[in-house]
């Protein structure tokens, strides 16, 4: 059986330093969860590279919505994995797809080949392709590491028949990472009956904003989400979900 890994996705340092203190070997930074997040800043990768010695794959999605891009927007993230890559990143999460929703292959090559020695996780892009079992093996073709995924669906308790597919034909050739409404819970239901041993988590919880004077009637973003609520990763969920990941991979 694959060694156990638990991956944190964090936007913010405090998200990190929680996620390293409950047991996260890699984080995955991102900007904008509450989007699916997006393409971190350099800085944030910078100052959580100084405050935690663990693992860091940012994730190279120039915006929210799908995974069809311009070509400015590939160029943008070619230059973003370069980026990255020099800063001395882990590795790197992308994925593009083409309109009839296959792999671009072309780009993904293009991207592999700027990842250099950096290890490259496919991100929830796959869960969103017309062939999952073609992709898996384009995956395998361009050494990807890692593929992020729920199975094709909303969640990965919804996508248990389909994950236990993939760990099954991924074999030792790449690592299916679980992913979407993963807590303890879920980690011990399906690292047994998928196999899987590698599990992706926010470990989310709600804090109040630490503002006292609040306009409550103007918003700045998302009219449906209170600016007043901060969304942060808990050490005790990571805990939980580590030492059940822990127990149920032996």
Not at 39 to 67: A, Q, S
Not at 130 to 154: C, E, F, R, W, Y
Not at 174 to 198: F, H, N, Q, R, Y
Not at 208 to 219: A, E, F, L, N
Request: glycine share 8%; net charge negative; charged share 30%.
């Amino acid at each position: 059986m694959k060694k156990p890994l638990l991956e944190c996705c964090v936007d913010t340092v405090e998200s990190a330093v929680a996620a390293k203190e409950g047991g996260a070997d890699r984080l995955e930074l991102c900007a904008n969860l509450i989007i699916g997040g997006t393409t971190p800043d350099i800085n944030l990768y910078h100052r959580i590279r100084e405050k935690c010695d663990i693992l860091i794959n940012p994730i190279i999605r120039p915006r929210f919505g799908d995974f069809c891009y311009s070509d400015e927007e590939f160029e943008i993230i070619r230059r973003d994995v370069k980026m990255f890559r020099e800063a001395g990143a882990d590795g790197v999460v992308i994925g593009i797809l083409k309109p009839d929703g296959t792999l671009n292959l072309e780009q993904m090559a293009i991207l592999m080949e700027e990842a250099g020695d950096m290890k490259v996780t496919m991100h929830r892009a796959f869960d969103v392709c017309v062939d999952p079992m073609a992709a898996l093996q384009q995956a395998k073709d361009l050494h990807i590491s890692t593929i992020l995924t729920s199975g094709q669906k909303n969640t990965a308790m919804e996508g248990k028949d389909l994950l236990c597919t993939l760990v099954k034909e991924a074999g030792n050739d790449i690592d299916i990472m679980i992913g979407s409404g993963v807590k303890a819970s879920v980690i011990e239901e399906l690292a047994p009956l998928t196999g899987a041993t590698t599990f992706h988590m926010s470990g989310k919880i709600t804090l109040d904003s630490p503002m006292i004077y609040r306009k409550d009637d103007v918003s700045m973003g998302l009219p449906l989400v209170s600016e007043y609520t901060l969304w942060q990763t808990s050490a005790e969920e990571i805990r939980k979900a580590r030492e059940v990941l822990d127990r149920v991979c032996k």
